[in-house]
DNA sequence: CTAGCAGTTTACGTAAACGTAAAGCCCGAA
DNA sequence: TTCGGGCTTTACGTTTACGTAAACTGCTAG
């Protein structure tokens, strides 16, 4: 258990939203976001959010010691949940954040994201392959535990 | 990626044996094996094979400092990593094996199992719940960035 | 006798994504 | 002024299943 674990609320039927948000419905037209805000709206940790801009992830500004998130790092916070759900790994959507940084018109970038979109979800097309093996196996096994307990009805009552 | 990866070698198609060796073809009725006779059969290392032991899964004699593996110790290897396999931790795999051991005629222990083996199943069916839900998801986003590209490839010519 | 290989033990390292103190700063309320 | 919150930083802890290195023993071949 690693990818899809959703710890904290287990899986409430919350709207997921896209990566491009429509007209930013939620946080009504905010411009700026507090840590707290952030974490409600997201339902993550503050530490998760220190977390990941420790790891480059996000740079909100400070007002003195304190942080304050921009619609652009929320939007960022938004794609990297986003990433996290679909199994990549905060460093895979760092390189993505970091390639769309880079500018070059975005065309590439949003070229080379989508390529790593769609081989992400042969690989999870082959996970749940797996799983379907996994599943069947239990079930034989199942069979034989089932056929083991009947052969020992007869002689043990 | 944790319970369904194989690090090693890649999902080749071996033959999974069940839980129950048919007549133990394959190791052709031996009574003792060493720890590369069981490395080499399970393709596992054969640190995972003193681990293993470390953490109660296996209990081989010695011959002096050497471990010496009964079909017993083969059986239960067969049995942890099945249960690897399909997603148990080793924690819960030496659970039923000691339950097992317990005796008691064994049904209780078959019932046992057998409740978890289900219980697992319903759980890998969650996850391939959640493994279509972000396949779903990452096609959304591949769409939405599809539709960014067409429509930069006007005024980007 | 000496390599060399197989086996052993002990014990630290690794990856991922945070959780959880610990300790301190700053601000508004009572 | 003191208390309670909320924020900050630093840094160690957690989980799982081994990998890997170091250092030693024992056996066999040459």
Redesign the pocket.
Known sequence: M?EFDH??HTAEPRQEPGLVAGFDRGAAGREVF???DLTKEFE?????L???EEKGLLAPRRNG???LYSRRDRARLRYVLMG?RVGF???EVREMLDLYDLGDGRRTQLQVALAKFQERAVRLEEQRGEIDRAIAELARASLEIQAMLSARANDEG
């Open positions: 690693t710890p904290g507090t840590i707290r993550v940790s503050a530490r998760t220190r977390f990941y010691e304190k942080r996290k790994s905060l460093e």
